[in-house]
């Protein structure tokens, strides 16, 4: 891209995160609906590109892994615009009072109002999907983004970035809310990472170079974990049967993927009925469990 386009990206970015910042709720859900029915109408586009960067992917003898993460369906589209939905659903977060106290003595009211971070930038792998939760996810809370994904997915970002821009356009607000780097160069990469003036919050997502990468050369606040062991805690109060369908779910939706949980922490007071039928469901799903001495014998295993 070269280091002008990436900071002409940038300050472009900037400049949508003012208009972005003070958009109406009602607006901004009509950004992520427009986008959610583009994802269904035009499936057939999104996965054609997908094809060709799963073609290229597999020239270049990408890991199985990997390509599962790549690639884009029809039902993971579908999954996709109703995630979409969801958030265009949830409350407007900006403006929202978390918390409000007096002051004693002085009866100085104090509100801590939520607001907008400006622009935040994600960097991640070979997993397009990130492209439109990003979007979604920044774009509800009123920031604009800089979307740096893996290059094997270049075709599929470009793809879904299309759509994005369109609901954008549609609904009056700038489409530079969301801007695509698509360069791989490692020291056009560094360059961003220094644009501070620009660019409020960096969140690297994937594996562990990647985020030490971004770690040693930002010179922007960043959101960052170095090994990401996913956890999920099954508390006394659980409902067993909700608990182990979320638990199983986690480990078997998409167990290439780095949210995939890894761990599953479980209070021995409902470890006697939670347990058993975790291991149940797993040992259906070919997910083996691997537990101290309690856990095996809850479980009926060696």
């Known amino acids: 891209m070269g280091f002008e386009q990436i900071e002409r990206a940038a300050r472009e970015a900037k400049s949508a995160s003012r208009a972005i910042e003070t958009l109406p709720g009602e607006t901004k859900d009509a950004v992520l609906r427009a986008l959610a029915d583009s994802l269904e109408a035009r499936s057939g586009e999104i996965i054609a590109a997908n094809g060709r960067d799963m073609e290229a992917a597999r020239a270049?003898?990408?890991?199985?892994?990997k390509l599962r993460r790549l690639e884009l369906t029809?039902?993971?589209?579908?999954?996709?615009?109703?995630?979409?939905?969801?958030?265009?659903?949830?409350?407007?977060?900006?403006?929202?009072?978390?918390?409000?106290?007096?002051?004693?003595?002085?009866?100085?009211?104090?509100?801590?109002?939520?607001?907008?971070?400006?622009?935040?930038m994600m960097i991640y792998e070979a997993r397009p999907g990130v492209t439109v939760d990003a979007f979604a996810l920044c774009f509800k809370a009123g920031n604009a983004c800089l979307l740096k994904g893996g290059h094997e997915a270049n075709r599929s970002n470009e793809a879904l970035a299309g759509l994005i821009r369109e609901?954008?356009?549609?609904?009056?607000?700038?489409?530079?809310?969301?801007?695509?780097i698509t360069t791989s160069d490692r020291d056009e990469i560094r360059h961003l990472l220094t644009l501070s003036d620009d660019i409020d919050l960096v969140i690297p997502r994937g594996g562990e170079s990647l985020i030490r990468f971004v770690h040693e050369h930002s010179r922007i606040p960043t959101v960052q974990h170095f090994?990401?062991?996913?956890?999920?805690?099954?508390?006394?109060?659980?409902?067993?049967e909700q608990a182990v369908e979320i638990c199983v779910?986690?480990?078997?939706?998409?167990?290439?993927?780095?949210?995939?949980?890894?761990?599953?922490?479980?209070?021995?007071?409902?470890?006697?009925?939670?347990?058993?039928?975790?291991?149940?469901?797993?040992?259906?799903?070919?997910?083996e469990i691997?537990?101290?001495?309690?856990?095996?014998?809850?479980?009926?295993?060696e």
């Open 290 to 301: 691997r537990g101290d001495e309690r856990v095996c014998v809850h479980a009926g295993g």
């Open 74 to 120: 029809g039902a993971s589209l579908s999954q996709m615009a109703e995630g979409v939905r969801q958030i265009a659903s949830m409350p407007d977060p900006v403006n929202c009072v978390s918390r409000a106290w007096d002051v004693p003595v002085s009866g100085l009211h104090v509100e801590r109002v939520r607001a907008p971070l400006g622009v935040v």
């Open 249 to 287: 779910t986690a480990k078997t939706s998409a167990p290439a993927t780095c949210n995939a949980v890894e761990c599953v922490l479980v209070h021995e007071s409902i470890a006697g009925r939670f347990v058993p039928r975790f291991a149940e469901r797993c040992r259906a799903e070919g997910v």
């Open 227 to 240: 090994r990401g062991v996913c956890h999920i805690y099954v508390d006394a109060s659980a409902e067993v």
């Open 60 to 65: 270049a003898g990408l890991p199985g892994a």
């Open 167 to 180: 609901a954008l356009r549609g609904a009056g607000a700038p489409a530079e809310a969301l801007s695509l």
